[in-house]
């Protein structure tokens, strides 16, 4: 290719997975990703916001997750996360609980409901307790009982992923994600011999080889740079005001301490007086 091309940068993302002309890349990779989970293999989708390459031009706060319906009316939500900060799990969180409330138009009831699933590619490790590239959030008791089976969240952190064998197609994304920038469309490893994965190398030539396509990528990948900068500085500003404040708080406790023993020796003296002046 041209120019290489990071696939995790949103608007090649969702170049990706959510424009009708790769609806079946979408079905793949959500079969690949839930295919354990699922009843059955879904067979068709509809995108609930295909992407339109204007957005990223003209709208720097673009939605830039994919959302698609099956026929059951299960919803799914797919976004990639180049950042991770403190706030990041209730974002998740939210956004699973804001899409699956949505459902529930006025007039319905709350059987209408069907299962929401919100997966969510992570570049930096956001759980750091373990090693773990996936997890799956759902809603359950301490013993495991599931109060239904309504979806969930699927975490996988693209850091932790590795596999000297690559035979699954759920292995061939992550590893895709992972490496995708390094791939040579000329030399490509034996794992991404598939039709699937060719149509992906595809897309990515598009931003490559297009002068158009590739300022497009280039922006967009210069802007979010820009943006991640800025939340380090300003996660690294806010760590520092509460180290302050926590030194603060630490200096006016010892204060207090002084006191204390200052006003206990105070009062010592005093008996002490008292006793001499008898």
Not at 113 to 133: G, H
Not at 169 to 177: A, K, N, P, S, T
Not at 259 to 274: D, G, H, S, V, Y
Request: glycine share 2%; net charge negative; proline share 2%.
């Amino acid at each position: 290719m041209k120019h290489p091309i990071d696939p995790k940068i949103d608007c090649v993302f969702k170049a990706l997975l959510g424009t009708e002309k790769n609806i079946n890349l979408l079905i793949h990779f959500l079969n690949a990703i839930l295919g354990k989970e699922l009843k059955q293999a879904i067979v068709s989708v509809e995108l609930l916001n295909p992407y339109n390459d204007k957005e990223f031009i003209s709208d720097k706060l673009s939605i830039v997750d994919v959302k698609a319906r099956n026929s059951a009316g299960q919803v799914f939500q797919i976004e990639i996360q180049l950042s991770s900060y403190p706030s990041l799990p209730s974002r998740i969180a939210y956004n699973w609980a804001d899409i699956y409330s949505q459902q529930l138009e006025q007039g319905k009831n709350y059987h209408s409901l069907r299962a929401t699933y919100s997966i969510w590619l992570l570049a930096e490790n956001l759980i750091k307790e373990d090693s773990q590239y996936l997890h799956t959030f759902k809603l359950r008791d301490e013993l495991g009982c599931v109060l239904n089976e309504h979806g969930g969240i699927w975490l996988l952190e693209l850091n932790k992923f590795h596999s000297d064998v690559i035979e699954f197609d759920e292995q061939r994304w992550l590893q895709f994600f992972k490496e995708g920038e390094q791939l040579d469309d000329d030399s490509l490893p034996q794992w991404m011999e598939t039709n699937e994965m060719r149509q992906v190398m595809s897309t990515l030539k598009t931003f490559s080889e297009k002068d158009r396509e590739y300022d497009k990528y280039r922006a967009r990948r210069d802007y979010l740079c820009q943006q991640r900068s800025i939340e380090f500085h300003l996660q690294e500003a806010i760590e520092q005001a509460q180290q302050a404040q926590q030194a603060t708080q630490q200096a006016i406790e010892e204060k207090q301490q002084v006191n204390q023993q200052n006003e206990a020796l105070l009062a010592e003296i005093k008996q002490l007086k008292a006793l001499l002046n008898k």
